[in-house]
């Protein structure tokens, strides 16, 4: 059979991303300019300079990854692009050039959903994994659990009923001084702190597999205000450890809760909290006691690329998925709908 090339094309946030994926699974090529040290300035992503720096820097990103796996334009089969959620002047970016690529050179374009993304990264790395199997996507914007029942189709178990869990890192890490991205910061941090130090609220939610961050995070702002009004000192290392394994315990018990009743015995994870090191082994250790087989994409695979945009471009194609010259940003667009 012949081999399929799909161009991602990656916008949504703060990475302005191309790659070249091969028949859905091998990666060619994975550009990611990434706009982290602007944003940080201001202490979190300024959407109106994201889509300023995605127009800047997309035309020689896509460059770059048509140039890094070897191949041109002619050789692509078809260009694939989130077209949602997230900022929509940054997806617009995206949609707009995928557009004007696909019109100039002739190739079908493929719309593709960010999250449904996120989950493909899952298939880079794990050539055998197949749906269906149970997925927990956590990111900056979305906390989600669902059943991946076949390629591009889900069933969603839960998701967060406030903030994500990225977004929680990101608060926390601020409040705290760390700074932005948080999510890293923390991680860091909290291997020299104790995780057991403070007593923070895990959050479940009776028979859900909903999430709820806020009142862990108020627990966090509220505890820093009580050190700073008594005196008392606070340990940065200690707080970050502790806020990080109470996210840890209700990612890791809900994932496995909902395997356990849904008999799943492959969990993968998305997102890119999944790159966190202490969630990474919490679910290690647990999986492996359970006899379930664990997923989760190297780290450059988690956070946000345009490799896990091609992949899941390539399942939309296959199934016969085209997108009109008339595909538009949807900054809210949910997960399992077109
Ligand atoms: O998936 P992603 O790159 O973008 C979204 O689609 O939102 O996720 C970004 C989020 C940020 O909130 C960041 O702080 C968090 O992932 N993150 C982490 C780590 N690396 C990135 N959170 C915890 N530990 C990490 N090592
Ligand atoms: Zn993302």
Do not use: W
Request: one cysteine or more; hydrophobic letters at 40%.
């Amino acid at each position: 059979m012949k081999d399929i090339l799909i161009l991602g094309i990656e916008s949504s946030c703060d990475e302005t991303a191309a790659s070249v994926v091969k028949n859905g699974r091998e990666v060619l090529s994975n550009a990611i300019s990434s706009q982290i040290d602007i944003h940080t300035l201001y202490g979190g992503v300024v959407p109106e300079i994201a889509s300023r720096k995605h127009i800047e820097r997309i035309n020689q990103v896509i460059k770059e990854g048509l140039s890094q796996a070897g191949v041109t334009l002619a050789d692509i089969d078809a260009i694939a692009v989130t077209y949602g959620p997230g900022l929509v002047g940054a997806l617009l970016v995206g949609v707009a050039e995928a557009k004007a690529i696909a019109f100039a050179a002739k190739k079908p374009l493929v719309g593709v959903h960010h999250i449904e993304g996120h989950i493909s990264a899952n298939y880079i790395e794990n050539k055998e994994l197949e749906p269906p199997f149970l997925c927990e996507i956590i990111s900056g914007g979305h906390t989600h659990l669902v059943i991946v029942k076949d390629y591009g189709e889900f069933e969603i178990l839960g998701r967060t009923r406030d903030d994500a869990a990225g977004e929680a890192f990101d608060k926390v890490a601020r409040a705290v001084g760390l700074g932005y991205p948080g999510g890293p910061k923390i991680d860091k941090t909290a291997k020299e702190g104790d995780p057991f130090a403070i007593e923070f609220p895990r959050a479940h939610l009776e028979d859900s597999y909903d999430f709820s961050f806020s009142g862990l995070k108020s627990a966090v702002l509220n505890y820093l205000n009580k050190c700073r009004m008594t005196g008392e000192e606070i340990s940065v290392p200690d707080v970050a450890a502790s806020f990080q394994q109470a996210v840890v315990d209700v990612l890791t018990d809900n994932a496995l809760r909902a395997a356990k009743e849904y008999k799943a015995d492959k969990l993968a994870l998305a997102g890119g909290v999944a790159s966190n090191s202490a969630l990474r082994a919490a679910f290690k250790e647990k999986c492996e006691k359970a006899g379930i087989a664990l997923y989760a994409p190297s780290p450059i695979y988690c956070t946000d690329n345009a490799a896990m945009i091609a992949c899941a471009g390539y399942y939309e194609y296959m199934k016969g998925v085209r997108s009109g010259y008339d595909l538009n940003a949807v900054p809210n667009l949910k997960l399992g709908e077109r």
